[in-house]
């Protein structure tokens, strides 16, 4: 009989460490994501500081701002002959909040002394308003598995109690590790930084410390100090492959290609089972336009470990690219078979699907993301208070001449983003005011694409005085519907609007340099 469960036991084994892999995937693929082009993004603000006596902005966002209307905001102003020379300071970052664009806001303002800051912030934050104390929750898991938030909210009870354990046990260095996670996550750098030193002081050969400040100077826009924790980090474990993938990612962004070839290949070779760091090589390879070697790496992630969901997305993602459409659906479908919670391959199903013209399929995706199964299956996946899943069933369904539909889910969007969204955001809208009105710098406010404006109107009824706001709605929602949705937008991330392509962050930066000039520089409308 004990002959017989062992196979059952295996399978049961391998099952949990491949959801353990999963969640650990996800989270690493946020994180690298964050660091993405962010050595050319500093190189433009470098040559920004060099001009001297211009008119300097400062713009504050998440990825829709890191490397996107920036430059053309800078190009569209200096061509408009108003007598005053531009310089345009990119301080957007993928993957952030604006908690964290707060907390980071002081040392900006203190390197760059803008004359004026935009912003367009608040995408990511609709998670964070009742579970402020969780680290994890930022993220799609925590906010869309039941399972795991119930563990979390379970577990928070439990670390509630780290405190008291480190001040029982004042040598754990695992404890103030842990302790620097929660202060990182909750966008408290300088104490997150504490924590982290201090864990380094008991155990100076702990690795995963120094991984975490790494992470933590990354986060920050400090390169230079976070490389040399993860150079630390390698040293003290040459077989920590999460070093030696945020090191490798590092290289790649500062354009040092072999070096950070090399540094997968060296955790490959200290750790040749690691699925994980074939999946990282693969996303590596792909962004090098090196197909078949990508494609080699996915694979044999995929082999190693065949639960791997991040290995089957980069492969639906370089199948696209490749315009091999059935080879990309089916291994997104894989994707998202194994983690229904894979909001990027999703994302990318969707994006295929557009491109193809087969609405309807989008539509049943997104709709089989947030309408219960009523058998139970684990397929349908993210969650029926998915506002984004809504959001993008809105302008599906408009564009397949359901405008009862779209309206519909719309309203269903407005009303989930006004429980999960709309305080914090505020909130942070106020505080940055507040700051900038002490220091005399004039604040930008600016909406989404598609997004009305109101509700930043809202946010400073009664103050005001001086914001320029800046109502991308119209122009947006005119452009789509003559040209289609994919001649502005890479993809549909927020649901009803995406990561714009060159010719929306061009639309977007022309309607933000006319608000500007309109009520900074008293000029009517620009011509571009």
């Known amino acids: 009989m004990m002959h017989k469960k062992a196979p059952f036991y295996q ?8 959801l353990c892999v999963a969640i650990a995937l996800l989270e690493a693929s946020l994180r690298l994501g964050g660091f993405a082009l962010r050595s050319l993004q500093e190189y433009r603000n470098l040559q920004s ?8 902005i400062m713009c504050l966002g998440e990825s829709t701002t890191a490397n996107q209307y920036p430059p053309f905001l800078e190009d569209i102003l200096n061509r408009c002959r108003v007598g005053v020379q531009f310089s345009v300071i990119d301080q957007g970052f993928n993957g952030t909040n604006s908690t964290i664009i707060l907390a980071r806001l002081e040392s900006n303002l203190s390197q760059y002394h803008p004359d004026m800051v935009v912003a367009m912030m608040g995408s990511n934050d609709r998670s964070m308003l009742y579970y402020k104390d969780i680290p994890e929750a930022a993220t799609g898991l925590f906010r869309y598995c039941k399972t795991y938030r119930l563990f979390r909210l379970l577990w928070v009870h439990i670390f509630s109690g780290r405190r008291q354990v480190i001040a029982e046990k004042p040598r754990d260095d695992r404890a103030y590790v842990e302790l620097g996670r929660l202060y990182r996550n909750q966008g408290k750098f300088p104490q997150a930084e504490d924590a982290f030193k201090q864990a380094i002081a008991l155990d100076p050969r702990n690795a995963e410390a120094y991984v975490k400040l790494g992470g933590l100077y990354r986060d920050q826009g400090m390169p230079f100090q976070s490389e040399a924790a993860f150079k630390k980090a390698i040293e003290l474990d040459p077989a920590n492959d999460q070093a030696c993938a945020e090191l490798g990612w590092f290289y790649r962004y500062q354009n040092r290609i072999a070096e950070a070839e090399g540094l997968f290949k060296q955790a490959i070779a200290a750790r040749p089972q690691s699925d994980r760091i074939y999946a990282e ?19 044999k992630a995929i082999e190693l470990n065949p639960a791997n969901d991040h290995a089957y997305t980069g492969l639906g993602r370089l199948y696209r690219d490749q315009n091999k459409p059935s080879q990309a659906e089916d291994a997104l479908k894989q994707a998202i078979a194994l983690n229904p919670k894979n909001s990027r391959a999703y994302a990318e199903l969707g994006g295929l699907y557009r491109e193809q013209g087969r609405l309807a399929q989008v539509e049943s995706l997104f709709t089989r993301s ?4 009523p058998k139970g299956s684990r397929a349908n996946a993210l969650s029926p208070k998915n506002e984004r899943a809504y959001r993008t069933l809105a302008v599906v369904c408009e564009e397949m001449g359901k405008p009862e539909l779209a309206k519909e889910y719309a309203q269903k969007a407005g009303k989930l983003r006004s429980l999960y969204c709309d305080p914090l955001t505020a909130k942070n809208y106020r505080r940055l005011k507040e700051v900038l009105d002490r220091k005399g710098i004039r604040l930008v406010c600016v909406q989404y694409p598609l997004r009305s404006i109101e509700p930043f109107r809202r946010i400073f009824e009664g103050d005001g005085e001086g914001v320029i706001f800046v109502d991308n709605e119209k122009i947006f929602r005119d452009a789509v519907k003559k040209d289609g949705y994919t001649a502005y937008f890479v993809d549909m991330f927020g649901g009803d609007f995406g990561h714009c392509t060159p010719r929306g962050n061009r639309l977007l930066a022309e309607n933000i340099a006319n608000a500007i000039l309109k009520e900074a520089f008293h000029m ?3 011509v571009f």
């Open 370 to 373: 947030i309408i219960p199964d």
């Open 49 to 56: 500081l060099k001009h001297k006596g211009t008119y300097r």
């Open 11 to 18: 399978k049961a084994l391998l099952i949990i460490l491949g």
């Open 524 to 526: 009517q409308k620009a």
């Open 281 to 299: 090589l693969g996303w590596f390879y792909q962004e090098q336009r090196r197909p078949a070697q990508s494609e080699a790496a996915f694979k």
